[in-house]
Every structure is written in structure tokens, then in C-alpha cells.
């Protein structure tokens, strides 16, 4: 199994930043796309950004040139910085992490969700 884990959250006013975390853990063999979502109140989740291997980004246009996404291959963490940030940008974010985990019966593809970390933006 594997086990995601979140920080960094909080409130912060605009204009501000904050830098969020997130470590996996567990029977991990390799980590193929790592990612952050969000979900406003009475919104569907969205991409904010995510990150291939190789290091390749995406981001939604809302957060281009204000969130940086990054990740750590050694300690199979990914993060986010958010600079610059607005009321808009008060959501639940959750990070999302891809790849292949070994089982009792051979390495299997596995789909993993965070527990989610606040971010609300106010002054």
C-alpha cells in the first residue's frame, strides 16, 4: 500500500505564500507522475499542477507564474510553492502520486490521494 502525507497549509492574506508538502510512502518500486488538485466549496476538483520524472511541469493557467512544482525523487515527495496568492486560490489541496508498487504477487500499478490540506487565503 501506499501512504501520502501532507503539510503545509494554512491561512495566509493576499499576497502571501506557502509551500506545501507531500511524502509517499510504502511498497513503492517507482513514481511516475506526481500532482497537486484543489476544490474550492461548491467546485469540482482541478489541476493546479503536476510533475513527470523526467521533470516536466504543467500547470492550470490560474496558477502560471505564481505556483512552482517541484519534487524530490529520493525522498518520493513533491511540493508546491504558491507565491502571490489570492482569495481564489482558497481550496482544499490534495496531491496525487502515480506509479508501480510491489505485491505477494508481483509489482502492481497504483493511484494515490492525499488526505487534503486546507489553504485559505484572506485578509
Known amino acids: 500500500q501506499v501512504q501520502l502525507v501532507e503539510s503545509g497549509g494554512g491561512l495566509v492574506q493576499p499576497g502571501g505564500s506557502l509551500r506545501l508538502s507531500c511524502a509517499a510512502s510504502g511498497s513503492i518500486f517507482s513514481i511516475y507522475a506526481m500532482g497537486w488538485y484543489r476544490q474550492a466549496p461548491g467546485k469540482e476538483r482541478e489541476l493546479v499542477a503536476d510533475i513527470t520524472t523526467g521533470g516536466r511541469t504543467n500547470y492550470a493557467d490560474s496558477v502560471k507564474g505564481r505556483f512552482t512544482i517541484s519534487r524530490d525523487n529520493a525522498k518520493n515527495t513533491v511540493y508546491l510553492q504558491s507565491n502571490s496568492l489570492k482569495p481564489e486560490d482558497t481550496a482544499v489541496y490534495y496531491c496525487?502520486?502515480?506509479?508501480?508498487?510491489?505485491?505477494?504477487?508481483?509489482?502492481?500499478?497504483?493511484?494515490?490521494w492525499g488526505q487534503g490540506t486546507l489553504v485559505s487565503v484572506s485578509s
Open positions: 496525487n502520486v502515480n506509479g508501480v508498487i510491489g505485491t505477494t504477487i508481483g509489482p502492481k500499478p497504483f493511484d494515490a
